[in-house]
C-alpha cells in the first residue's frame, strides 16, 4: 500500500490563533465565538450549498430510491496516527458503513464534542483532514453541531457522524441474505488499524511503519454492484476485527461459517506485533476491510474486480458458508485442526475507533 | 518470522501426528508446565492431533495464576497511594484481589501503568523524582534476570524513589510438590522452555530421578510441542525416565550463566505461597539484605492482610492439574475475563483463559 | 510472563557489557533490547527476547534439529515399510 499523501493544510488556521490558540468553553456557548468558529472553521472547509443555508436542517431531495441511514462516534485516542487521524477516520468509516449496505454515499452530517484548551491548530488539522476525506468520498458534510466540555472531560476530541446514501439497484444486502455455499471474501490483510494504534501507544518502531488500513471502500462496493456481481451481505471489519464480523453475521443468518487461517492474510508485521504483545490479529479492528459473501458462481469475478483495483490488491476467499446449525465460526488452524473461532470477550485494545 | 512460523507447519504437524499414533500403546498423562505451552495447545487444536491416549495436564506454569492474594492486595494498596506511579506487566491488571483490582485503581485515579519490560519503570523512575515508582515483580525464572537487573541497574544508578514488589516463583520446587502429592496422576513432564532457558535442565535431573517420570524441555510453537510430547512418551513407552532437550536451539544444559549470576547477586531463595496451591518451601525468590532499600513491602510497610478468596473459584484445581478449566462451574458462567473469579481466567498465560478464548463450548473442537 | 519472541539484531550500541543494548528486528518491527545475557551475540544473530531482554542467542544448527528427528522418523518409516 503506498504510503498516503499528507493532509494539505490550505494556508494556516483560519481561526486566528494569536487571539485563540485553543478551544474554549464559549466556542461551544452559541454565542460570539461559536459563530467565528462555525464560519471560519467548518464552513470554510466543509464548503458546499447545503451547509451554507446555515439552518437548523439541511433539506435534500431524493426521487422515489431507497435511502441508507447510518451513525458512528469517533473516540479514537491518540487523534493522529500513521496512516489516518480521527477526521478521516469520521468519514470514511460512516462512508463504509452505507456501502456495506450496498448504498451510494452522498451526505453526512458531522457533530464535535472538543475538549475545552485543544489547540486550535489540532482541530484545524483533523477538519482538513475531514475535507480532503469527503472530496475523495465523494460526500458532502451538510450539517452539524459543535459542543465544548470542561477540560479533562473529553480526550481532545470526539466526533460522531451519520450519514444517508441512495441504493440505486434491486439487491437486498444483509446478514439475511447469506446463504450455504457463499464464499467468504475479504478484500485485503487484517489487524492494520488496530496494530497501527497500538504500536503508537507501545512505543514499538517500525521498518516501514503499520499504517492504519483506514480508507473508503465504497467505490469497490459500487464497481462490483455496476459489474452485476450478486452480493449476498457485506459487513465492514472495525473492532473485534474479522472475528467479531463473522460470529455476528453467523449468528443472524444461523449458518456456519468454514474459514481457514492460513488463507486469512496478515502482514508479516502485524503478525510480529501481535505476536509480541500476545493478540490476536483475527480479533483485531480494521479500518478499510470488509468481509463480502458472494455465491460461488460470481466469486472468482468478484475476486478479479477487486484485485485490479489499487485499494483490493490483496483480496483473497478465506472460506465458505455451510448449512448447519446452530450458527458458528469455524476456523481450520495453521496446523489444520477446527476449532470454534469465537468473538473476543472484552475491549483487548480499548479506544482504537 | 524466522524461528517461529517455520515451527507452525501443518504438513510436518501431521507427520508428528502419525509416529505419535504409531507408537503409543497405552494411555498416558503428559503435563505441559508452562502456560504459554497451554494457550498453544488450546490455540493451535495441538491436542486434537494426538492419540486419544495421551491427555495433556495443563500446570500451574502461569505466574500471574499463581501470585498470592495477599501479594495482589499489598500492590493495590501501593497503587491507590497519592504520589506512587505503579508499573506493571499488562496481565496483571484485571487480576481480582480480594476487592478489587488494578484496573479499577486505575479508573479510580490511581497512576496505574503497563509497562513491557522492568527497564521501562527504572526509566519512568529516573524521569519522574517526585514520584515513587513501583514495578510489580511477577514471574518465574524467565523474568528474574530482568528484574534483576533493573534493580541493579537503580542501585547503580542510587535511584531513592524506585522498589520492586517482589513475586518471583521457582518451577522445579513446583514440580517436586505436585508429583509428591498423593492424587498426582502425571506421569511426565514438559518442562518450561524459557524458564530453562535461564536455569538450563540440571535441577531435572534429581526430580526425574527420584519420582521416575521423563522431563522433556520443550518450547512453544506446534511442532516444538508436539515433538517434546513424542520425545516423552518415547521414554514412557519405553520404561525410561529421564531429562531430554527439546528446545536445543535456545536451551543448554547448564542455561545461561550470566543471568543465573546476577540473580543470585540481587536475590536470595525464600518460602513462597502459590495462589491455589499453598505454600511451597524454597520456591520464591525475595531481594537480599543488601537491596532492601528496593524492596517495596518495606518501604511501604504494607501490612499483612486477612484474604478473602472466592469460594467458588477453583483455580487451585486447575492449575494443580486435577480439573479442566470448563469443568468448573463457573466456568464462563459466573467466570469470565470481564468479571473473573480467579486469575487463571485473565491471564495470558491462564488455563482458563486460553480455554475461554479458544474453546467456549464443549466439544469446542470440530472433528476433522 | 514467559512470553518470548525471536528476533535479529540489527544494531548495537553500549561498551559496557552490563548495559549493552541492541535494536532488534523483530519480523519488521524494531524494538530495543538489552544484551547483557548474551555477551557473545552480535549483528546478525538471531536472540529470545522476554520483558526487553534477550535471554538466549538462536543455535541456527539446533534450530534444525526438529525437521532433521522429522525426517529420520520418515526415513525409518519408508525403511520399513519397503522391509516388509
Not at chain 1, 30 to 51: C, S, T, V, Y
Not at chain 2, 50 to 73: A, F, Y
Not at chain 2, 318 to 333: D, R, T
Request: glycine fraction near 10%.
Amino acid at each position: 500500500m503506498s504510503t498516503p499523501k499528507p493532509v494539505e493544510f490550505s494556508g494556516a488556521c483560519p481561526v486566528p490563533i494569536s487571539q485563540y490558540p485553543h478551544v474554549l468553553l464559549a466556542h461551544g456557548g452559541g454565542g460570539k465565538l461559536m459563530h467565528q468558529l462555525i464560519g471560519k472553521m467548518f464552513l470554510e472547509a466543509f464548503r458546499n450549498p447545503l451547509l451554507e443555508t446555515q439552518h437548523d436542517a439541511a433539506v435534500m431531495e431524493l426521487t422515489g430510491n431507497k435511502i441508507a441511514f447510518t451513525t458512528d462516534s469517533y473516540v479514537v485516542r491518540p487523534l493522529f496516527f500513521p496512516g489516518g487521524d480521527i477526521g478521516s477516520m469520521a468519514v470514511h468509516g460512516t462512508v463504509n458503513d452505507l456501502a456495506m449496505a450496498g448504498a451510494r454515499p452522498l451526505w453526512l452530517s458531522s457533530a464535535f464534542i472538543i475538549e475545552e484548551g485543544l489547540p486550535m491548530e489540532t482541530l484545524w488539522r483533523v477538519v482538513c483532514s475531514m475535507r480532503d476525506a469527503a472530496k475523495k468520498c465523494g460526500v458532502q458534510i451538510v450539517t452539524g453541531d459543535t459542543k465544548v466540555v470542561d477540560k479533562g472531560k473529553g480526550d481532545g476530541v470526539f466526533i460522531n457522524t451519520a450519514g444517508v446514501g441512495v441504493i440505486g439497484h434491486e439487491q437486498k444486502i444483509a446478514p439475511q441474505n447469506v446463504r450455504p455455499g457463499d464464499v467468504i471474501l475479504v478484500n485485503g490483510d487484517v489487524g492494520r488499524h488496530g496494530m497501527a494504534i497500538m504500536a503508537v501507544r507501545e512505543g514499538l518502531e517500525f521498518e516501514s511503519r503499520i499504517e492504519s488500513d483506514s480508507a473508503p471502500v465504497a467505490d469497490a462496493v459500487m464497481e462490483l454492484l455496476r459489474a452485476g456481481i450478486e452480493i449476498h451481505c457485506l459487513r465492514d471489519l472495525t473492532r473485534g476485527g474479522l472475528t467479531s464480523a463473522l460470529n455476528e453475521i453467523s449468528e443472524v443468518s444461523n449458518l456456519t461459517f468454514l474459514v481457514e487461517e492460513k488463507l486469512i492474510p496478515v502482514r508479516e508485521d502485524v503478525h510480529a506485533a501481535c505476536e509480541m504483545l500476545g493478540l490476536d490479529p483475527f480479533q483485531v479492528a480494521c479500518e478499510g476491510r470488509f468481509a463480502a459473501f458472494i455465491p460461488e458462481r460470481d466469486a472468482a469475478r468478484a475476486l478479479e474486480i477487486l484485485r485490479a483495483r489499487p485499494d483490493g490488491a490483496g483480496a483473497c476467499a478465506i472460506g465458505r458458508t455451510d448449512a448447519g446449525n446452530p450458527a458458528k465460526v469455524l476456523l481450520k488452524s495453521a496446523i489444520g485442526v477446527q476449532r470454534i473461532l469465537d468473538m473476543a470477550s472484552g475491549e483487548q485494545l480499548p479506544r482504537i475507533c | 518470522m524466522k524461528f517461529l512460523d517455520e515451527y507452525r507447519d501443518a504438513g510436518l504437524a501431521e507427520q508428528f501426528a502419525r509416529e505419535l499414533h504409531r507408537v503409543t500403546t497405552r494411555p498416558w498423562k503428559i503435563m505441559e508446565v508452562c502456560g504459554g505451552q497451554t494457550h498453544a495447545i488450546v490455540k493451535f487444536g495441538i491436542d486434537e492431533l494426538l492419540p486419544k491416549q495421551i491427555e495433556l495436564i495443563h500446570g500451574p506454569g502461569c505466574p500471574v495464576c499463581v501470585t498470592p492474594l495477599e501479594m495482589i492486595d499489598k500492590a493495590l494498596e501501593i497503587a491507590a497511594r497519592p504520589g506512587v506511579v505503579f508499573t506493571s506487566f499488562g496481565d496483571m491488571l484485571r487480576v481480582p484481589g480480594s476487592a478489587t483490582d488494578l484496573l479499577s485503581v486505575k479508573a479510580n485515579g490511581g497512576d496505574v501503568r503497563i509497562v513491557y519490560s522492568p527497564l521501562d519503570a527504572v526509566k519512568l523512575a529516573e524521569q519522574n523524582p517526585a514520584k515513587e515508582v513501583v514495578f510489580f515483580g511477577v514471574g518465574f525464572e524467565t523474568t528474574a534476570p530482568a528484574t534483576a537487573m533493573a534493580v541493579y541497574q537503580a542501585a547503580q544508578k542510587k535511584l531513592a524513589n524506585f522498589s520492586m514488589l517482589i513475586s518471583h516463583v521457582l518451577v522445579p520446587p513446583a514440580i517436586e510438590a505436585l508429583m509428591s502429592s498423593p492424587n498426582c496422576q502425571v506421569q511426565g513432564f514438559l518442562a518450561a522452555g524459557h524458564v530453562c532457558t535461564v536455569m538450563g535442565f540440571e535441577e531435572y535431573l534429581p526430580l526425574a530421578k527420584k519420582y521416575r517420570v521423563p522431563i522433556v524441555v520443550t518450547g512453544f510453537e506446534p511442532l516444538d510441542i508436539l515433538q517434546g510430547v513424542l520425545m516423552t512418551v518415547r521414554q514412557l513407552e519405553s520404561g525410561r525416565a529421564g531429562v531430554e532437550n527439546q528446545y536445543s536451539r535456545s536451551v543448554c544444559r547448564e542455561g545461561n550463566r550470566p543471568a543465573q549470576e546476577l540473580i543470585k547477586r540481587i536475590f536470595k531463595i525464600v518460602p513462597r505461597k502459590w495462589r491455589g496451591i499453598g505454600e511451597i518451601p524454597q520456591s520464591g525468590l525475595g531481594l537480599r539484605a543488601e537491596f532492601a532499600a528496593f524492596d517495596a513491602e518495606k518501604k511501604f510497610g504494607v501490612a499483612e492482610t486477612r484474604v478473602e478468596e472466592s469460594s467458588e473459584c477453583m483455580s487451585g484445581l486447575v492449575l494443580q492439574g486435577q480439573i479442566k478449566p470448563h469443568e468448573c462451574p463457573a466456568f464462563g458462567v459466573k467466570c469470565a475475563p470481564e468479571h473473573p473469579l480467579g486469575a487463571p481466567m485473565v491471564s495470558g498465560e491462564g488455563a482458563c483463559a486460553a480455554y475461554y478464548r479458544y474453546r467456549r463450548q464443549p466439544g469446542a473442537v470440530a472433528t476433522k | 510472563m514467559c512470553l518470548a519472541i525471536p528476533g535479529k539484531i540489527e544494531s548495537v550500541t553500549g561498551d559496557d557489557p552490563l548495559s549493552r543494548m541492541g535494536k532488534i528486528n523483530f519480523g519488521g518491527i524494531f524494538k530495543e533490547a538489552c544484551l547483557a545475557y548474551v555477551p557473545e551475540a552480535t549483528v546478525g544473530d538471531y536472540v529470545i527476547v522476554h520483558a526487553g531482554f534477550a535471554l538466549s542467542r538462536v543455535d541456527e544448527d539446533e534450530a534444525k534439529k526438529v525437521f532433521e528427528y522429522l525426517r529420520q522418523i520418515k526415513e525409518l518409516g519408508e525403511l520399513k515399510e519397503d522391509g516388509s
